[in-house]
């Protein structure tokens, strides 16, 4: 490891880099290129965590050094390597810890690319792969390094440098991951490490091959137009396409490619880089995901637009209807429809902008608007053969806009019909919670069919659902962004075991949400009550 010469360096753009998209792709807090010595590890890049080193007793990164495989931990107050170790039971409170290892051509581990949570998680398999390729990359920056101070110091120590400066500085360069150089007619005159973990041929494979042999037969056309333009002294950048590797696979890549000059400034050939894009083709995914988003939104605010019309007119009509209607039980239904009415109207005005802007919140109490959720769906719940057990404690009164959390405890219970088709037991219950957590915790348990352990991690994901004819998949996400934006917490639990079925959801709000005192009302606002 010393003889890169990275240890104790000053920070550096392109490992800054590296760890800002690792937090990125992996969503945590702190991310780190940790590089492990005899007495400690050594952060060349650090995001989050606020430390240039720590001891190498502390250090969960030194794990990856005998096996080479990346290391996950999903909850390290329960892993007996590590739930004693200070930083597990003091600051910064490692919970979640994956670690990809950093290995030298050798074989040896020098280190690791590593994200850190303070709240247990797990990654997805495009996360993990997404990781190592980045801990791959910072090898390729090491090596380049060391390629940087082999070139320097040939370039002074004779004429034979002299004359391979222009070959040389061209491959340093441009390089970025894998490296290789070849001459005018296509023929591959060097091969590096990085070339060789893309595509899985070795250099003594390679060199002396055609180029062509890595690229698909429709693809041929592009080579003879990029040989024209080094020809032509032109550098190609950032030309994306596919290769082919060892394995037949293809693979997308970008290339770099810049002409190589003698000593008198003629082309020779060519050196090219080509960077395993799928890392950027992961956030490219994420970015899709957020449009498809916006999209609903957009498409949301159009049917909401045209839905006020008739939701007018129908409360017209009951308005009317209403002296009509003389026995209790009906004017008992006539008001569940006339409150129904009113929220699905206070649902079309936030969707299209109004509601956020011009309904103040209000003083809500919780086990109230969780009892007249459940009244709205009694009846079907009977019809349905589901029986319901309430345990409305609470007597909080909390600070909420009364129509969006109608709407997600009226989600919840109607997911937890849909898993019931034959009938079965809804728990709904409320209660207050003391200390300096002190709010109201909300509980919707049912003993449905329950939800497979692969798809739980997916559950708040937007547009993920396990009901693909029926379901939209933003339910679970839409409550976890308001019960978040009130600075509360959702967790969900279930199990689809033949004997132990059904999922339960808990909701937390704080005493002190997110909207008390919120410039919506001013500091010393009075909030209305909801007529």
Same mark, same amino acid.
């Given at each position: 490891m010393r003889a890169?010469?990275?240890?104790?360096?000053? =920070? *550096?753009?392109?490992? *800054?880099?590296? $760890?800002?998209? +690792?937090?990125?792709?992996c969503e945590t807090p702190i991310s780190l290129i940790s590089?492990?010595?005899?007495?400690?590890? @050594?952060?060349?890049?650090?995001?989050?965590?606020?430390?240039?080193?720590?001891?190498?007793?502390?250090?969960?990164?030194?794990?990856?050094?005998?096996?080479?495989?990346?290391?996950?931990?999903?909850?390290?107050? $329960? &892993? =007996?390597?590590f739930k004693d170790n200070p930083l597990v039971l003091g600051d910064p409170n490692i919970?979640?810890?994956?670690?990809?290892?950093?290995? #030298?051509?050798?074989?040896?581990?020098?280190?690791?690319?590593?994200?850190? &949570?303070?709240?247990?998680?797990?990654?997805?398999?495009?996360?993990?792969?997404?990781?190592?390729?980045? #801990?791959?990359?910072? !090898?390729?920056?090491? *090596?380049?390094?060391?390629?940087?101070?082999?070139?320097?110091?040939?370039?002074?120590?004779?004429?034979?440098?002299?004359?391979?400066?222009? %070959?040389?500085?061209?491959?340093?360069?441009?390089? &970025?991951?894998?490296?290789?150089?070849?001459?005018?007619?296509?023929?591959?005159?060097? @091969?590096?490490?990085? +070339?060789?973990?893309?595509f899985g041929?070795?250099?003594? *494979? !390679?060199?002396?091959?055609?180029?062509?042999?890595l690229i698909p037969d429709e693809l041929h056309s592009d080579e003879t137009l990029i040989i024209g333009k080094v020809r032509n002294g032109e550098r190609v950048e950032h030309f994306e396409t596919e290769r082919l590797t060892k394995d037949g696979r293809r693979i997308e890549v970008a290339l770099t490619v810049s002409p190589v000059r003698d000593a008198f400034g003629n082309v020779i050939g060519a050196s090219k880089v080509l960077r395993d894009i799928s890392a950027r083709k992961l956030i490219e995914k994420s970015l899709l995901q957020a449009e498809k988003i916006a #999209?609903?939104?957009?498409?949301?605010?159009?049917?909401?637009?045209?839905?006020?019309?008739?939701?007018?007119?129908?409360?017209?009509?009951?308005?009317?209807?209403?002296?009509?209607?003389? &026995?209790?039980?009906?004017? #008992?239904?006539?008001?569940?429809?006339?409150? %129904?009415?009113?929220?699905i109207s206070n649902i079309a005005k936030q969707t299209l902008g109004f509601y956020h802007e011009h309904t103040a919140v209000s003083s809500v109490s919780v086990s109230d608007l969780v009892q007249h959720a459940v009244a709205v769906y009694e009846p079907r719940c009977t019809l349905n053969g589901i029986v319901i057990e309430k345990s409305l404690r609470s007597t909080q009164m909390l600070f909420l806009r009364q129509g969006e959390t109608m709407q997600i405890v009226s989600n919840l219970i109607a997911n937890s019909m849909y898993a019931m088709p034959s009938g079965g037991t809804l728990g709904v219950s409320t209660e207050d919670i003391n200390g300096e957590d002190s709010g109201v915790l909300i509980t919707i348990r049912d003993t449905g069919v329950g939800i497979a352990a692969q798809h739980i991690p997916k559950v708040f994901d937007a547009f993920f659902t396990t009901r693909s004819a029926i379901g939209t998949g933003i339910g679970l996400f839409v409550a976890k962004q308001f019960v978040e934006g009130h600075g509360g917490r959702i967790e969900l639990q279930s199990n689809?075991?033949?004997?132990?079925?059904? $999922?339960?959801?808990?909701i937390y709000l704080p005493l002190q949400t997110s909207y008390e005192g919120s410039p919506l009302l001013g500091s010393d606002a009075v909030p209305k009550q909801d007529q």
């Open positions: 890169y010469g990275v240890l104790d360096t000053l =920070p *550096e753009q392109s490992y *800054e880099d590296i $760890t800002k998209l +690792a937090a990125f792709i590089l492990v010595d005899s007495d400690r590890q @050594w952060f060349k890049s650090e995001r989050g965590l606020g430390a240039h080193q720590t001891p190498r007793s502390q250090s969960f990164c030194a794990n990856t050094l005998v096996d080479a495989q990346t290391l996950i931990v999903t909850d390290a107050r $329960t &892993d =007996p390597r919970r979640f810890y994956a670690g990809a290892p950093i290995v #030298a051509p050798g074989g040896l581990v020098m280190g690791t690319v590593c994200v850190i &949570d303070t709240e247990p998680r797990e990654l997805s398999a495009d996360q993990i792969e997404a990781l190592e390729a980045l #801990a791959r990359q910072v !090898m390729v920056l090491f *090596e380049h390094r060391t390629s940087i101070a082999r070139v320097e110091e040939a370039l002074g120590s004779s004429k034979e440098a002299q004359r391979h400066q222009g %070959e040389l500085a061209a491959i340093v360069s441009s390089s &970025d991951d894998a490296i290789l150089s070849k001459d005018l007619n296509g023929i591959i005159t060097s @091969w590096n490490v990085g +070339a060789s973990r893309i041929y070795s250099s003594q *494979e !390679m060199v002396g091959e055609s180029i062509l042999k #999209a609903a939104g957009r498409m949301a605010s159009t049917i909401a637009h045209e839905v006020n019309n008739p939701l007018e007119a129908v409360t017209n009509l009951l308005y009317l209807l209403r002296p009509l209607i003389v &026995d209790t039980a009906g004017l #008992a239904y006539l008001a569940t429809a006339e409150s %129904e009415i009113a929220r689809d075991d033949l004997q132990k079925h059904g $999922t339960a959801v808990r």
